[in-house]
Nanobody, 128 residues
């Protein structure tokens, strides 16, 4: 079991930065791939970034690559998302999630159905 709590959302102007954090509790955080998803009303939840259990490999959606950076600290059971050069289209509720796939997998799933544990979400609003 993994419990996840996001923080760090808020209102920022176009071109600004935010850093999202996800605090995890439970024994299996360090063995699971993790992801950041976002969702806007009327649209499906989409994966914007993912990271393997050890942090060796990362994935980014093409529309955030070069602007967002995902990182994790297994010793502190935290997952982060540094978001720079924010655009109005980045406005969404952002969720962190822990993959349900096997422990220590080298893969980074990107489908929401591949994640079993979710935080409550944090709102990010980018004003134009």
């Amino acid at each position: 079991q993994v419990q996840l709590v996001e923080s760090g959302g808020g209102l920022v102007q176009t071109g600004g930065s935010l850093r999202l954090s996800c605090a995890a509790s439970g024994q299996s955080f360090s063995s699971k791939a993790m992801g950041w998803f976002r969702q806007v009303p009327g649209k499906e939840r989409e994966c914007v970034a993912g990271i393997t259990w050890g942090g060796d490999w990362t994935y980014y959606a093409n529309y955030v690559e070069g602007r967002f950076t995902i990182s994790r600290d297994n010793a502190k059971s935290t997952l982060n998302l540094q978001m720079n050069s924010l655009k109005p289209e980045d406005t969404a509720v952002y969720y962190c999630a822990a993959a349900g796939r096997g422990e220590y997998s080298p893969l980074i799933p990107t489908a929401p159905d591949d994640y079993d544990y979710w935080g409550q979400g944090t709102q990010v609003t980018v004003s134009s």
